[in-house]
Antibody
Framework: QVQLQESGPGLVKPSQTLSLTCSVS??????????WSWIRQPAGQGLEWIGR???????NYNPSLKSRLSISVDTSKNQFSLRLNSVTAADTAIYYC?????????????WGQGILVTVSS | AIQMTQSPSSLSASVGDRVTITCRAS??????LGWYQQKPGEAPKLLIF???TLHTGVPSRFSGGGSGTDFTLTISSLQPEDFATYYC?????????FGQGTRLDIK
Protein backbone atom coordinates (compact mmCIF):
# COMPACT_ATOMS: atom_id res chain seq x y z
CA GLN A 1 0.00 0.00 0.00
CA VAL A 2 1.01 3.61 -0.41
CA GLN A 3 3.34 4.98 2.25
CA LEU A 4 4.61 8.51 2.77
CA GLN A 5 7.82 9.58 4.49
CA GLU A 6 8.90 13.11 5.36
CA SER A 7 12.54 14.13 5.33
CA GLY A 8 14.52 17.30 5.89
CA PRO A 9 16.37 19.31 8.51
CA GLY A 10 15.04 19.19 12.03
CA LEU A 11 16.46 22.58 12.90
CA VAL A 12 16.12 25.81 10.94
CA LYS A 13 17.36 29.25 11.93
CA PRO A 14 14.92 32.16 12.14
CA SER A 15 14.48 34.08 8.88
CA GLN A 16 15.76 31.12 6.86
CA THR A 17 13.87 28.68 4.66
CA LEU A 18 12.30 25.46 5.86
CA SER A 19 12.52 22.75 3.18
CA LEU A 20 10.90 19.34 3.48
CA THR A 21 10.38 16.47 1.09
CA CYS A 22 7.77 13.75 1.15
CA SER A 23 8.70 10.49 -0.55
CA VAL A 24 5.85 8.37 -1.81
CA SER A 25 6.30 4.60 -2.06
CA UNK A 26 3.97 1.79 -3.04
CA UNK A 27 2.24 3.82 -5.72
CA UNK A 28 2.75 6.57 -8.26
CA UNK A 29 2.44 10.21 -7.38
CA UNK A 30 1.12 10.75 -10.90
CA UNK A 31 -2.57 10.24 -10.51
CA UNK A 32 -5.78 12.11 -11.15
CA UNK A 33 -7.37 10.44 -8.15
CA UNK A 34 -5.36 12.09 -5.41
CA UNK A 35 -3.63 15.25 -4.41
CA TRP A 36 -0.76 15.61 -2.01
CA SER A 37 -0.96 17.71 1.13
CA TRP A 38 1.13 19.22 3.87
CA ILE A 39 -0.29 19.64 7.38
CA ARG A 40 1.43 20.81 10.54
CA GLN A 41 0.90 20.59 14.26
CA PRO A 42 2.65 22.73 16.89
CA ALA A 43 3.47 20.84 20.07
CA GLY A 44 0.37 20.21 22.12
CA GLN A 45 -1.87 22.00 19.64
CA GLY A 46 -4.26 21.22 16.83
CA LEU A 47 -3.76 20.56 13.14
CA GLU A 48 -3.29 23.21 10.48
CA TRP A 49 -3.63 22.55 6.75
CA ILE A 50 -0.72 24.12 4.89
CA GLY A 51 -1.48 23.39 1.25
CA ARG A 52 -1.66 20.79 -1.49
CA UNK A 53 -0.26 19.98 -4.89
CA UNK A 54 -1.63 17.96 -7.76
CA UNK A 55 0.62 15.79 -9.89
CA UNK A 56 0.08 18.34 -12.66
CA UNK A 57 1.88 20.86 -10.45
CA UNK A 58 -1.11 23.02 -9.64
CA UNK A 59 -1.38 24.09 -6.03
CA ASN A 60 -3.68 25.45 -3.36
CA TYR A 61 -2.23 27.21 -0.33
CA ASN A 62 -3.49 28.30 3.05
CA PRO A 63 -3.86 32.09 2.69
CA SER A 64 -2.24 32.53 6.10
CA LEU A 65 1.01 31.10 4.70
CA LYS A 66 0.69 31.83 0.99
CA SER A 67 3.17 34.69 0.84
CA ARG A 68 5.95 32.49 2.26
CA LEU A 69 5.00 29.10 0.85
CA SER A 70 5.83 26.97 -2.15
CA ILE A 71 4.77 23.37 -2.71
CA SER A 72 6.04 21.43 -5.72
CA VAL A 73 6.04 17.94 -7.13
CA ASP A 74 8.86 15.92 -8.68
CA THR A 75 7.25 13.09 -10.59
CA SER A 76 10.60 11.60 -11.61
CA LYS A 77 11.44 11.01 -7.97
CA ASN A 78 7.88 10.29 -6.79
CA GLN A 79 8.23 13.10 -4.28
CA PHE A 80 6.64 16.37 -3.38
CA SER A 81 8.18 19.19 -1.41
CA LEU A 82 7.42 22.15 0.81
CA ARG A 83 9.40 25.36 1.12
CA LEU A 84 8.47 27.92 3.72
CA ASN A 85 10.64 31.00 3.86
CA SER A 86 11.26 33.67 6.47
CA VAL A 87 10.47 31.26 9.28
CA THR A 88 9.96 32.26 12.90
CA ALA A 89 9.50 30.33 16.13
CA ALA A 90 5.78 30.17 15.31
CA ASP A 91 6.63 27.77 12.48
CA THR A 92 8.02 25.21 14.93
CA ALA A 93 5.83 22.15 14.55
CA ILE A 94 5.51 18.56 13.46
CA TYR A 95 5.03 18.60 9.69
CA TYR A 96 3.03 15.82 8.09
CA CYS A 97 2.59 14.94 4.46
CA UNK A 98 -0.55 13.11 3.41
CA UNK A 99 -2.55 11.95 0.41
CA UNK A 100 -6.08 13.17 -0.15
CA UNK A 101 -8.69 11.70 -2.43
CA UNK A 102 -10.01 14.10 -5.09
CA UNK A 103 -13.37 12.45 -5.63
CA UNK A 104 -13.96 10.97 -2.20
CA UNK A 105 -14.70 13.77 0.21
CA UNK A 106 -13.11 13.94 3.63
CA UNK A 107 -10.61 11.19 2.88
CA UNK A 108 -7.03 12.12 3.69
CA UNK A 109 -4.92 9.00 4.11
CA UNK A 110 -2.36 7.73 4.56
CA TRP A 111 -0.25 10.20 6.48
CA GLY A 112 3.48 10.20 6.92
CA GLN A 113 4.82 9.69 10.41
CA GLY A 114 5.64 13.38 10.70
CA ILE A 115 8.88 15.29 11.15
CA LEU A 116 9.59 17.74 13.93
CA VAL A 117 11.02 21.02 12.71
CA THR A 118 12.31 23.47 15.27
CA VAL A 119 13.00 27.08 14.39
CA SER A 120 15.74 28.35 16.64
CA SER A 121 19.09 30.08 16.44
CA ALA B 1 -12.13 30.37 5.65
CA ILE B 2 -14.72 27.90 6.91
CA GLN B 3 -14.52 27.56 10.68
CA MET B 4 -15.05 24.17 12.24
CA THR B 5 -16.21 24.31 15.85
CA GLN B 6 -15.75 21.02 17.62
CA SER B 7 -17.23 20.14 20.99
CA PRO B 8 -16.52 19.22 23.63
CA SER B 9 -12.83 20.09 23.71
CA SER B 10 -12.26 17.33 26.23
CA LEU B 11 -14.28 14.44 27.51
CA SER B 12 -13.79 11.87 30.26
CA ALA B 13 -15.52 8.54 29.86
CA SER B 14 -15.32 4.91 30.89
CA VAL B 15 -14.80 1.73 28.92
CA GLY B 16 -18.17 0.67 27.56
CA ASP B 17 -19.62 4.19 27.46
CA ARG B 18 -21.27 5.68 24.41
CA VAL B 19 -19.82 9.05 23.47
CA THR B 20 -20.65 11.62 20.83
CA ILE B 21 -18.46 14.41 19.51
CA THR B 22 -19.90 17.19 17.40
CA CYS B 23 -18.47 19.44 14.73
CA ARG B 24 -20.25 22.51 13.40
CA ALA B 25 -19.23 24.28 10.21
CA SER B 26 -19.58 28.04 9.82
CA UNK B 27 -21.30 27.44 6.47
CA UNK B 28 -22.77 24.48 4.68
CA UNK B 29 -20.21 21.92 3.53
CA UNK B 30 -22.53 19.21 2.17
CA UNK B 31 -20.99 16.00 3.53
CA UNK B 32 -17.40 16.98 2.76
CA LEU B 33 -16.08 16.01 6.16
CA GLY B 34 -13.78 13.43 7.67
CA TRP B 35 -13.06 12.32 11.21
CA TYR B 36 -9.56 11.49 12.38
CA GLN B 37 -8.10 9.83 15.46
CA GLN B 38 -4.71 10.80 16.82
CA LYS B 39 -2.84 9.04 19.58
CA PRO B 40 0.18 10.61 21.33
CA GLY B 41 3.30 10.50 19.19
CA GLU B 42 1.42 9.26 16.13
CA ALA B 43 0.05 10.77 12.95
CA PRO B 44 -3.71 11.16 12.64
CA LYS B 45 -5.61 8.26 11.15
CA LEU B 46 -8.74 8.42 9.05
CA LEU B 47 -11.83 6.95 10.70
CA ILE B 48 -14.74 8.23 8.63
CA PHE B 49 -15.02 10.04 5.30
CA UNK B 50 -17.93 11.64 3.50
CA UNK B 51 -19.35 12.34 6.96
CA UNK B 52 -20.69 8.84 7.52
CA THR B 53 -18.66 6.24 5.61
CA LEU B 54 -16.41 4.04 7.72
CA HIS B 55 -12.84 3.79 6.46
CA THR B 56 -11.48 0.32 5.77
CA GLY B 57 -10.48 -1.53 8.91
CA VAL B 58 -12.17 0.87 11.34
CA PRO B 59 -14.31 -0.90 13.94
CA SER B 60 -18.05 -0.66 13.51
CA ARG B 61 -18.46 0.91 16.96
CA PHE B 62 -17.45 4.16 15.23
CA SER B 63 -20.13 5.96 13.27
CA GLY B 64 -20.57 9.37 11.74
CA GLY B 65 -23.55 11.44 10.79
CA GLY B 66 -24.78 14.78 9.64
CA SER B 67 -24.63 17.01 6.60
CA GLY B 68 -24.66 20.70 5.87
CA THR B 69 -23.34 22.35 9.00
CA ASP B 70 -23.75 19.83 11.83
CA PHE B 71 -21.87 16.58 12.17
CA THR B 72 -21.36 13.90 14.78
CA LEU B 73 -18.88 11.17 15.57
CA THR B 74 -20.23 8.48 17.87
CA ILE B 75 -18.38 5.65 19.55
CA SER B 76 -21.00 3.16 20.66
CA SER B 77 -19.00 1.29 23.31
CA LEU B 78 -15.63 2.74 24.24
CA GLN B 79 -12.66 0.41 24.18
CA PRO B 80 -9.32 1.09 25.90
CA GLU B 81 -7.65 1.77 22.54
CA ASP B 82 -10.16 4.53 21.73
CA PHE B 83 -8.76 6.99 24.24
CA ALA B 84 -7.18 9.55 21.94
CA THR B 85 -7.78 12.96 20.38
CA TYR B 86 -10.33 13.27 17.59
CA TYR B 87 -10.46 15.89 14.86
CA CYS B 88 -12.91 16.76 12.12
CA UNK B 89 -11.66 18.10 8.79
CA UNK B 90 -13.68 19.83 6.09
CA UNK B 91 -12.49 19.66 2.51
CA UNK B 92 -15.47 21.39 0.92
CA UNK B 93 -13.36 24.46 0.24
CA UNK B 94 -9.82 25.55 0.74
CA UNK B 95 -8.17 26.33 2.95
CA UNK B 96 -9.13 23.00 4.41
CA UNK B 97 -9.83 23.47 8.10
CA PHE B 98 -9.79 21.23 11.14
CA GLY B 99 -11.82 21.36 14.28
CA GLN B 100 -9.76 22.19 17.34
CA GLY B 101 -9.87 18.60 18.55
CA THR B 102 -11.58 16.60 21.28
CA ARG B 103 -9.39 14.88 23.81
CA LEU B 104 -11.05 11.71 25.08
CA ASP B 105 -9.55 10.29 28.25
CA ILE B 106 -10.34 7.67 30.79
CA LYS B 107 -12.57 8.62 33.69
Amino acid sequence: QVQLQESGPGLVKPSQTLSLTCSVSGGSIVTDSYYWSWIRQPAGQGLEWIGRVFSSGSTNYNPSLKSRLSISVDTSKNQFSLRLNSVTAADTAIYYCARSARTVVGATFPWGQGILVTVSS
Amino acid sequence: AIQMTQSPSSLSASVGDRVTITCRASQGIRNDLGWYQQKPGEAPKLLIFAASTLHTGVPSRFSGGGSGTDFTLTISSLQPEDFATYYCLQDYDYPLTFGQGTRLDIK
